[in-house]
């Protein structure tokens, strides 16, 4: 508990950005496509593309707070070793698994066509935050040293945000089954492939290793202000650079290094912002924390929500379709926003009371549904 007030601002944030990533799904899911040419749309739209590299980078910074621990232990293959293993792939297999076409191997084997299949094996935000924890841990198991480390991943963020625009262009299912194809470009259907999504991620790490540095320093709120200036300086020149000041052949260039420069820019005010409410409120109770704690399981269970096949092969996005005013798509956002809170308010209280029993009706129904999942 001491280290999530500790670093309550990222908690924050994170918070902010899985409820953000609701309204994202709803209007996506069943605003009127008509809606979607307006202005205000695309301003919307501009902010609901600041929740995936916010999220990634959070993820970052936790996995970073948090490195430090049982290092020992882990470097020994030892159970902590094995539990933060378990815990990265799960991410990675939820992600997968929110994509299946039919909760049945056999289905899928035998009824699912090519282009389901592509969107089975397409890597999504969860596989990318994934691949990226396992990158960190596994270099941060093999650096001993912590300043190695640290300019290892430095080095990692700026290589990977040159080459992106390169390996966007090469299709690489001449080289790997499809499965593997999907994390380097977006040529199959991914949505988050690691080049260049992981850029962020990596920040967030480093980002996280100064800040705790600034923090038992004494220099934190130094530390808050340049990075809120960094950040303003970024996000401007972004803008400026991809208004058109910049020639043509530069702004086409996809993934665009200055792209991710302003989304970091805007992440870094972000997270200020976070940093100032944590200072002047108390926030130690709020309901952003309550979804930030439970943040995969919110994430996991407004997806399946919205775009899980229950209705006779279909889900409430086909049923409903893209059909809502702004104002009936704000109020379901709305509603399904304070019925996730309350989902994860009432599970951090479960689990807060009956720590034991949570843990196993958790892998119980992990059982049971992998169960369901290969004999159905």
């Known amino acids: 508990m001491k280290e999530k007030v500790r670093y309550i601002s990222a908690d924050l944030l994170r918070g902010l950005v899985i409820i953000i990533m609701i309204e994202v799904h709803v209007f996506n899911a069943f605003l009127l496509p008509e809606l979607r040419q307006t202005g205000w749309f695309n301003v919307l739209n501009f902010i609901n593309g600041l929740v995936a590299p916010s999220f990634l980078f959070v993820s970052g910074f936790a996995f970073q707070v948090s490195s430090g621990s049982k290092l020992d232990e882990m470097r020994k293959l030892g159970k902590a070793f094995w539990k933060k293993i378990a815990r990265i792939f799960q991410i990675i297999l939820i992600g997968y698994a929110l994509h299946l076409p039919f909760f049945s191997l056999s289905q899928i084997v035998n009824e699912a066509t090519p282009q389901q299949l592509e969107s089975l094996l397409a890597v999504d935000i969860l596989q990318c935050i994934g691949f990226g924890l396992l990158f960190l841990f596994i270099t941060r198991l093999l650096l001993k040293s912590d300043k190695v480390y640290n300019y290892f991943l430095i080095v990692s963020l700026v290589i990977v945000t040159l080459i ?3 390996l966007w262009k090469i299709e690489f299912t001449n080289f790997f089954p499809l499965v593997i194809a ?3 470009n977006r040529m199959h259907g991914s949505l988050f492939p690691i080049f260049p999504w992981i850029s962020f991620l990596l920040a967030g790490a480093v980002f996280a290793k100064y800040f705790v540095d600034a923090r038992e320093n004494n220099v934190e709120k130094k530390f808050i202000k340049i990075s809120a200036g960094l950040g303003f300086v970024l996000l401007l020149l972004g803008h400026l650079f991809l208004s058109g000041l910049s020639p043509e052949a530069i702004k086409s260039i996809l993934p665009n290094p200055i792209f991710y420069l302003q989304r970091l820019g805007y992440i870094f005010v972000l997270f200020s912002i976070c940093w100032w409410i944590d200072k002047k409120f108390n926030v130690k109770q709020s309901f952003v924390l309550d979804a930030s704690r439970e943040s995969l399981l919110v994430y996991w269970m407004h997806l399946i929500i919205i775009f899980g096949v ?12 893209r059909t809502m005013s702004a104002v009936e798509a704000t109020g379901s956002a709305i509603f399904l926003i304070i019925l996730m809170i309350s989902v994860a308010k009432f599970w951090g209280w479960l689990k807060k009371k009956n720590p034991k029993y949570s843990s196993i009706f ?8 992998l169960i369901v999942f290969f004999v159905s």
């Open 182 to 184: 999907n994390y380097f």
């Open 310 to 321: 229950f209705w006779s092969g279909k889900s409430f996005a086909d049923k409903i379709g």
């Open 164 to 166: 992106s625009p390169f």
């Open 362 to 369: 958790v892998k119980a129904a992990a059982i049971v549904l």
